[in-house]
C-alpha cells in the first residue's frame, strides 16, 4: 500500500497524561491546532497540521517511444510515498500506459481510499529539472487537479 499526498490536512495522534493542557499546542499560524478527549487516565490529543506552504516545480516528461517532451506542473510532498501522475494528465499528453501485473492500493494522506481506486497502470519516460534527467515509473492514479506528485519514492 502507498500513501498519496494529495493536499488535505494530516493527523496525528498523541497520548498525554491526564493533567497536560490542551493549550499548551497553541493555534498560532503555523503550529497545530488540538483537541482533546479524555479516555481513562490518558487525554488524546488529535493535531492538525495546517501546511504553511507548497512547493510546485515545473518539470519535463518525456515519453519514451515519442521522444516528444511535455511540461508539466508538479507538487513536491514529502508525505508521499512514490511519484504519482494523474490519470487524465497521462491520457490529455497521450502517455503510454504499462498496466501492472496485480493492483496497487493507494490511500491519501487523511487515510481514506483514493476516488480512483487502484494503481492499475505505471507510465514509463524520462523526468528532468535544469540540467539533471532520470527515467522512471510513474504510478498512475487520480490526483484531481494536481498533475504529478514528486514523493519519496
Same mark, same amino acid.
Given at each position: ?6 493536499? *488535505? ?16 499546542? /497553541?493555534?498560532?499560524? /503555523? ?14 490529543? =488529535?493535531?492538525?497540521?495546517?501546511? +504553511? ?6 518539470? /519535463?516528461? #518525456?515519453?519514451?517511444?515519442?521522444? #516528444? ?12 510515498? =512514490?511519484?504519482?501522475?494523474? =490519470? ?22 487523511? *487515510?481514506?481510499?483514493?476516488?480512483? *481506486? ?16 532520470? =527515467? ?6 487520480? +490526483? /484531481? ?5 514528486? *514523493?519519496?519514492?
Amino acid at each position: 500500500m502507498f500513501w498519496c499526498g494529495c493536499r *488535505g490536512k494530516k493527523e496525528e495522534k498523541v497520548a498525554r497524561p491526564k493533567e497536560a493542557k490542551a493549550q499548551q499546542d /497553541g493555534a498560532r499560524s /503555523g503550529e497545530p491546532e488540538s483537541t482533546a478527549k479524555e479516555e481513562g487516565s490518558q487525554k488524546e490529543v =488529535r493535531r492538525t497540521f495546517r501546511m +504553511l506552504r507548497e512547493v510546485w516545480f515545473n518539470i /519535463g516528461v #518525456e515519453k519514451i517511444d515519442m521522444h #516528444e517532451s511535455v511540461m508539466i506542473k508538479a507538487l513536491l510532498d514529502s508525505s508521499a510515498t =512514490r511519484i504519482f501522475i494523474d =490519470r487524465q494528465t497521462a491520457a490529455r499528453h497521450g502517455f503510454k500506459l504499462q498496466k501492472l501485473e496485480r493492483p496497487v492500493a493507494v490511500r491519501n494522506v487523511d *487515510g481514506t481510499n483514493n476516488s480512483g *481506486g487502484a494503481i492499475t497502470h505505471q507510465v514509463e519516460c524520462n523526468v528532468f529539472y535544469k540540467d539533471y534527467v532520470e =527515467r522512471m515509473r510513474i504510478d498512475v492514479c487520480d +490526483l /484531481g487537479k494536481t498533475e504529478v506528485i514528486l *514523493g519519496m519514492p
